[in-house]
């Protein structure tokens, strides 16, 4: 019985901004050198070549680096679990059994993703006749339980703002989560050449999918953001979440930005499992609750499909049940 091959954890310093600039524009965290060098560097092991072939087909149809990261990572660990299987070795129990063991302990979104990717590798085997029959086709992805509401009621909003006085950098990240719905990823690479103050408008670069998104700016966000701007006016950083650093002015780190956001929450009494993205999942259960329709939340957000916006971040409360049931009449 093959030994069970460790998961290497990503860790959030994978995806920190490194501070040297990079032009025209400041490349999304995710897209860092690290995880090119992975992608691009040849998998060992009898399924590596097939591997490398399958990474390079599947990068000419798809932008995402970190999804090819992700493939490339899933599948290492797969040839390292069987290192003497060729392609037409595998059957359906060599895969169940991986998928059974390596899945313990994990969430059923990590363990559906294991399952996609082993799934598209051997259907991509046999279109490329390597294979004649797919070993995967027996595999079930688990089901996703619909997630449990996680927002913040507007008395948490402002009390995590005041815990923040006198962390302006700070207040502007939260606003920007909670007033424009923005992920961390999003925050971390606005720049002020994007913040429209003439037009309240903020321009979202670099969006999930690599699509760009336009958001108005909320009064409060505007305000924050015009005294952060005042403060940092000698900055010679493009991005907006920056700090003075050894006297140098340089991009706000991923793991000190989420340190700092848990530590502020924490103060201000949220529950522990409160997040960066609960903001942006306020931001929009907030606009739900004021009767702003799911179409014109979906596109705030940058969904591409709708469904995602009802399942994941409009939750509706027990008051507004209630007074549905008692504008019942007939």
């Known amino acids: 019985m093959p030994t069970r091959i460790p998961r290497t954890p990503t860790t959030r310093q994978h995806r920190d901004t490194s501070g040297r600039p990079v032009q025209p524009q400041v490349r999304p965290p995710h897209e860092v050198d690290w995880y090119r060098r992975i992608v691009e560097t040849p998998s060992a092991g009898v399924l590596g070549p097939y591997i490398d072939s399958f990474i390079r087909h599947f990068r000419l149809e798809h932008d995402s680096l970190s999804s090819a990261y992700y493939y490339r990572r899933e599948l290492n660990l797969l040839a390292n679990y069987f290192p003497r299987l060729t392609p037409t070795d595998y059957t359906r129990a060599h895969l ?14 990590s363990r559906k993703r294991i399952i996609s990717i082993i799934r598209v590798f051997f259907r991509w085997l046999e279109e490329m006749e390597i294979i004649s029959k797919n070993p995967a086709v027996v595999l079930r ?9 996680r927002f913040l009621e507007p008395e948490q909003v402002n009390n995590l703002l005041n815990h923040m006085d006198g962390d302006l950098l700070m207040q502007v990240y939260a606003a920007l989560g909670c007033y424009a719905g923005l992920r961390r990823g999003n925050i971390h690479t606005l720049e002020w050449e994007d913040v429209d103050f003439d037009q309240d408008l ?4 670099h969006a ?5 998104n336009h958001i108005p700016i909320a009064r409060e966000l505007k305000r ?37 956001l848990k530590k502020y929450m924490i103060e201000a009494g949220l529950p522990e499992e409160a997040s960066a993205h ?13 009767g702003v329709s799911t179409t014109v939340i979906s596109r705030l957000l940058g969904h591409s499909d709708i469904s ?18 008692a504008s019942l009449s007939y």
Request: glycine content about 4%.
């Open 278 to 290: 609960d903001l942006r999942r306020t931001f929009a259960t907030t606009l739900h609750r004021k």
């Open 308 to 325: 995602t916006t009802h399942w994941h971040y409009t939750f509706t409360s027990d008051e507004q049940k209630e007074a549905a049931i």
């Open 202 to 205: 903020l321009t979202i670069r």
């Open 96 to 109: 169940l059994d991986y998928t059974s063991t390596v899945g313990v302990g994990l969430s059923p979104r």
């Open 208 to 212: 999930k999918g690599d699509k760009s």
């Open 141 to 149: 992805a688990p089901k996703i339980p619909k997630p449990q509401p």
């Open 224 to 260: 924050l953001l015009i005294v952060w701007k005042t403060r940092c006016r000698e900055s010679d950083c493009p991005l907006v979440i920056a700090h003075l650093y050894n006297g140098k002015w340089r991009p706000y780190s991923w793991s000190q930005a989420y340190r700092m």
